[in-house]
């Protein structure tokens, strides 16, 4: 592989890693920013939510600033940005002020993936498409793992704001995307003329587009439904909260080696197959997941439910590249993505409200099951473009 195609897979995978980090640190605070600004548990969920919420505005901004000045200047002011509000979000001293920022840091998290998606797919090998997708996806919980390593290690010792201020740490990765990660030739070779041309792009996909949102959104259903609430499931089957974080570092090493193999194992038989067949592990994996009554059966099945959470993950940036018009890829998997988010953004409040009414356990396992059923149908009446070429001149592409 290229030197430049190896710069390009890291500086997506390292952003995508430091904005989910920045995501999930308040997963593993509730409890504590609940007592800090004097709220219930409830209202710093609500936080997550208000996150997710903004997220599409992100993905419009910088989506349309990559296709159209290029992807790496608009990559690093995503992460300078994203970087600044997790600074400033250490600094709170009221729940109105957490929330306000936690909402603002959703637009810089909103932007980042589509585009750094888009600059690491575009300068990958298609012989290793599938396989990097899978690593740059994996970012996500390598970022989940390490908001899990500082519950453990920064929390105890230094408090709940430095786990925030330690989060500004990705605005150095602006330098190296400065100084190492080269444009893409594919959006020289198809950039848009005007903001015009770009919407003219999306327009005339606009099935295509809907059927992308429907996919992301009962993505985010499985992503979100499975991780957000899972520690604290675990504090109400009465694991100690000094286990609680080993068993998301576990778990999120299961989710990677998922994302790793799935992602591979796409290029063999295809995008949407190999996410059904990491789909069914998870499914599998649901009795113990939630019903499980000793800790070490909810580790396991913890570990196999992410790895087949995200094996399916892993596969969705090289199949979302694949599929987007040529002139708006910085644009239309993001956007597409975060789309999704918009609509599923109430998972959390969903899964809590049923919590309440029917037991932790049962609205997990019922959300779930509901989730990867539709998953399935879905991805069996779509589409793919397996190994499709991002020049004019390389055109094996395998539809189905």
């Not at 920022?101 to 300068?123: D, K």
Request: hydrophobic share 50%; charged share 15%.
């Amino acid at each position: 592989m290229k030197s430049a195609s190896r710069h390009a897979v890291l500086a997506g995978f390292l952003g995508w890693t430091l904005d989910a980090f920045d995501f999930f640190v308040v997963v593993f605070l509730l409890d504590v920013l609940a007592a800090q600004f004097g709220v219930p548990k409830r209202h710093i969920v609500n936080t997550l939510t208000a996150t997710l919420l903004f997220r599409p505005i992100g993905a419009l901004i910088f989506g349309f600033l990559a296709d159209r000045y290029g992807r790496r200047i608009p990559l690093m002011a995503n992460v300078i940005y994203f970087s600044l509000i997790e600074l400033l979000s250490g600094f709170s001293q009221t729940y109105t002020q957490f929330l306000i920022l936690r909402a603002l840091f959703g637009i810089g998290m909103g932007g980042e993936w589509g585009v750094g998606a888009s600059l690491a797919m575009e300068q990958a090998p298609r012989k290793w498409r599938g396989v990097l997708s899978g690593i740059l996806q994996s970012g996500y919980s390598i970022g989940y793992l390490l908001a899990a390593v500082a519950s453990r290690a920064v929390l105890p010792t230094l408090g709940w704001r430095w786990m925030f201020w330690l989060g500004a740490l990705p605005a150095l990765l602006a330098l190296y995307i400065r100084t190492k990660v080269p444009e893409s030739e594919a959006w020289r070779e198809h950039r848009a003329g005007t903001f015009g041309e770009m919407l003219g792009a999306v327009r005339g996909h606009a099935k295509g587009f809907a059927y992308l949102v429907l996919l992301m959104t009962f993505m985010m259903f499985l992503s979100h439904g499975t991780q957000d609430l899972y520690p604290d499931f675990l504090k109400e089957r009465h694991v100690s909260a000094t286990t609680i974080p080993w068993i998301a570092i576990l778990y999120n090493v299961g989710a990677v080696i998922g994302a790793v193999i799935f992602g591979h194992f796409s290029q063999q038989i295809g995008r949407r197959y190999s996410m059904i067949v990491a789909l069914i592990v998870s499914l599998l994996s649901i009795p113990f997941w939630a019903f499980g009554t000793t800790i070490g059966v909810l580790a396991t099945s913890a570990f196999i439910m992410q790895a087949g959470v995200q094996g399916a993950w892993g596969i969705i940036p090289v199949h979302l590249n694949e599929l987007a018009p040529d002139a708006v890829r910085g644009l239309m998997p993001g956007l597409a993505y975060q789309c999704g988010i918009l609509i599923a953004a109430p998972t959390n409040t969903i899964e809590h409200m049923l919590r309440d009414k029917v037991g932790y356990s049962w609205a997990l396992a019922g959300f779930e099951i509901v989730t990867i059923v539709v998953l399935v149908i879905v991805l069996l009446a779509g589409r793919q473009e397996h190994g499709k070429s991002f020049y004019p001149d390389d055109l094996l592409i395998k539809k189905d």
